[in-house]
């Protein structure tokens, strides 16, 4: 599924440009972003894109995210590359991401996702995704090394609808299936089935690190005026290692002149335990 983050660069670039000379004209750009919640969970992202000939652009990034494990007290901080890049036509465009995220020897997660977007008509556009990922964490559970891999696949469908010049209506919906192996390190092996590592660290600030069985996304976007866009999403996760993490938030893309466009925001989220945090989100990008 796209990310946020990723929702809020394609809208920020809608917005900035309106009418294109060439299919990846917007994809000259640099793009920022914050978030930060309640229990001090925070990412921060840094992205730029440059369009290769009229149709064709390439991307790179550079991220990294903190979060603490409720149970055991520990801080993560796994850095994150990124690299991609697409083609596009008048109503088509097809893009291909990969990344890695890695935080020592406690994590390594590489994942790469392609999309397929077509612009049916000039208020309606749908898409398919495709995720892959190969994942490893290591830890302790009760003085004990454990190391979990967790690898698969998914797909999953994306949408927008215009339903007037200024009220649109998007959303996504993603099915992965994983497969997930946990070894017991310590003398006499054996597995240690459903050991969930990464499980009381989930948030919407470091979603994109959890493996998700199902995801979906509901919003719609309210263009206030040439200048304001206003923005509201539902999102529901279902956990590979059982419970949900839910999500709302409400956010705008501001065009601040000179190229510039920032995108502030703030949102609430439920944990799989039922925990509950308030966020906040700051993006801004840069077109030329």
Known sequence: MKSPLLFAALLLAGIAHADEPAPNADKRALNLAVQRDGQHNQSAAAAVSLPVGDSAWVQVGV????????????????????????VAG???????NASQRRDGSALRQDDVAAALDWK???????????????ARTRGTLAATSVEQRVSGHGVGVHGAVALTLRLSLYGATMRNHYTTTTTQAAQG????????LLHNRVSAVNRDEAALDRSHLLGATWRASDRVALNGELQQDRLHDGGSLNGVQVKAAINAGAGWTVSPG?????GPQGESSNYGLLGASYNW
Not at 266 to 270: A, E, L, N, V, W
Request: proline fraction near 3%; glycine fraction near 16%; aromatic fraction near 4%.
């Open 120 to 134: 049916a008509t000039d208020s309606l556009s749908v898409g398919l995704d495709a995720t892959h990922r190969s």
């Open 266 to 270: 703030i949102g609430h989220s439920r």
């Open 90 to 96: 008048r109503r088509w465009q097809a893009s291909v």
């Open 189 to 196: 092996g054996g597995l240690l089935a459903g050991v969930p």
């Open 63 to 86: 991220g990294q995210s903190r979060s603490r494990d409720a149970a055991s007290g520990n801080i993560y901080k796994p850095a994150q590359v990124t690299i991609g890049g697409g």
